[in-house]
């Protein structure tokens, strides 16, 4: 078993309040000032994810120790019900790509696209990524452009369906489904423009259950390592493409032990290896048994791959509590430091389901310790 000492510290929080009892799901972006700044979905009136919401900022000016205590709005709600989940990422020209969910109701949710010259001081208009109508999950952070320019946002189609026994005595109505369609969107043009992945994968299990947010990071062969939140206990799955996102292979179990949880990666740029933060069910660590409040979503681990994926090292236990769940990792790296913010669910003050977003700082020399 690995030592259960947490590396870094906390170096900002966002309790729930009365008027905004949701702060969840974040990204974050480095300006050309060096000046870190911090979006996230801010709800108002109630936790569900169809509360209203915006998309809201906080800045730090000495890399990502203390945070403004002022909150700034990025993106206004629009449409009808609410924005959440924003992905932010500078590209190679130098504008600043914002994705994010819009939602119009319960059966409608597409992701959009924003871009900004001016270090987001303003944004432009909005461009649908999507092609038709539907409800499209892209998680927060997920973004990536490939070396060769390529804009690539993974997205799970989910549907609505009809139920499978009938109760007597019960309303028959639809349910959302939780099995996705995995496919993969595609602009090389900066985002003006985009295509849809030709093939896409999906898997259902015999519980009804199913594969969901979608991650996508570039290996340095150039080949691109898709993962997906599994939809019961079990492993996160994965999938590859070797032809710049427009095919993909089957899905198959990976080799993380996880729960219904999403997993995220990125690439430390001062090392070159891989970062994995994920809910790690394979017990290296030492834990409490995780109670059912925490749906499973603890303990919260971070680890370190230099063979692009293969194998993994340097485990660090990030949290562990087993009345709380962690969660929707967003992950990002300054000069000599990784910020990593999460949001923590389970057994709250207010007892919702996620109200709090906590962000940890670690020096890059102490994941590798």
Known sequence: MKTNTKPGKIVLQIDPTDQNPRHSEASFITLKSGRIVFAWSKFSGSTSDFAEAVIATKYSDDDGKTWSREDKVLIQKEGTTNVMSPSLLRLQD????????????????????????DELETLSEPISIAWEPGYYVVNNDRMIQMKCGRIIVPAALHRYRGPSVLIPGEEVRSFFSSPALILFFLSDDGGKNWLESLTNYYRCFPSGHGLQEPGVIELKNGRLWSWTRPGEEGRQWQSFSDDQGQTWTEPEPSQFVSPSSPMHVKRIPKTGDLLVVWNDHSRIFETEKPEPISRGRTPLVCAISDDEGKSWKHHKLLEDSPR????????????????????????TSRGSFVSTLRMRRILIEELYA
């Open 94 to 117: 130098g504008k600043i790509a914002v994705v994010y969910l819009r939602k119009d109701g319960r059966k409608i949710c597409m992701p959009y696209i924003r871009t900004s010259e």
């Open 324 to 347: 709380h769940g962690f969660c929707y990792p967003a992950i990002h790296f300054t000069e000599d430091a990784v910020l990593i913010s999460y949001c923590v669910d389970g057994e």
